[in-house]
T-cell receptor, first 115, second 110 residues
Framework: KAGVTQTPRYLIKTRGQQVTLSCSPI?????VSWYQQTPGQGLQFLFE???????NKGNFPGRFSGRQFSNSRSEMNVSTLELGDSALYLC??????????????FGSGTQLSVL | GENVEQHPSTLSVQEGDSAVIKCTYS??????FPWYKQELGKGPQLIID?????GEKKDQRIAVTLNKTAKHFSLHITETQPEDSAVYFC?????????FGTGTRLKVLA
């Protein structure tokens, strides 16, 4: 099975612009979550989507939004970019094979640099 | 709020020695505790996990222990090798939500 695929791998944007990141989960996984990773803050949860519905949300401003399509692919959008948004954005695909068989798998991430 | 504390933040060991990383969680509803290894330029990779109904789990040189009463869990790596050098993250999960520790940078010195 192919792993979690994130595109693009690298992005350079300027302040005030917006950006869209894409994630394709592992085939058969219906849950996709997004994390922001920075050297100082570690892995911060952004949101999770399951069957096209946002199921959980972290403490990020409304500039960060996402959606999930019927094929489970997900996109994350950040509007009005700020310098502090520079980070590695990780997508995770969740396998839920019952309450005792859940696992979370990460993609390689999109490295966003805001200049 | 819910959080996971992870120690130490950096750890250097000689090749062949053991390494131990410890985590403490706050949410009593947490019932699943995975560990991830992240190498430079890559996403975190699941290396081992443990569920709340188990006290210890082992996979070759890697083991994880869980003390639910104290809300502690630990990663043990024996006979460390240079390729074990990476950043390790612990996490605690309850319903749908994962809280991650801040990571431990492990350096295995040859």
């Amino acid at each position: 099975k192919a792993g979690v695929t994130q595109t693009p791998r690298y992005l350079i944007k300027t302040r005030g612009q917006q950006v869209t990141l894409s994630c394709s989960p592992i085939s058969g996984h219906r849950s996709v979550s997004w994390y922001q990773q920075t050297p100082g803050q570690g892995l911060q949860f952004l949101f999770e989507y399951f069957s096209e519905t946002q199921r959980n949300k972290g403490n990020f401003p409304g500039r960060f939004s996402g959606r999930q399509f019927s094929n489970s692919r997900s996109e994350m959008n950040v509007s009005t970019l700020e310098l502090g948004d520079s980070a590695l954005y990780l997508c995770a695909s969740r396998f839920q094979g019952g309450a005792t068989n859940e696992k979370l798998f990460f993609g390689s991430g999109t490295q966003l640099s805001v200049l | 709020g819910e959080n996971v504390e992870q120690h130490p933040s950096t750890l250097s060991v000689q090749e062949g020695d053991s390494a131990v990383i410890k985590c403490t969680y706050s949410d009593s509803a947490s019932n699943y505790f995975p560990w991830y290894k992240q190498e430079l330029g890559k996403g975190p990779q699941l290396i081992i996990d443990i569920r709340s109904n188990v006290g210890e789990k082992k996979d070759q040189r890697i083991a994880v222990t869980l003390n639910k009463t104290a809300k502690h869990f630990s990663l043990h790596i024996t006979e460390t090798q240079p390729e074990d050098s990476a950043v390790y993250f612990c996490a605690a999960s309850g319903t749908y939500k994962y809280i991650f520790g801040t990571g431990t940078r492990l350096k295995v010195l040859a």
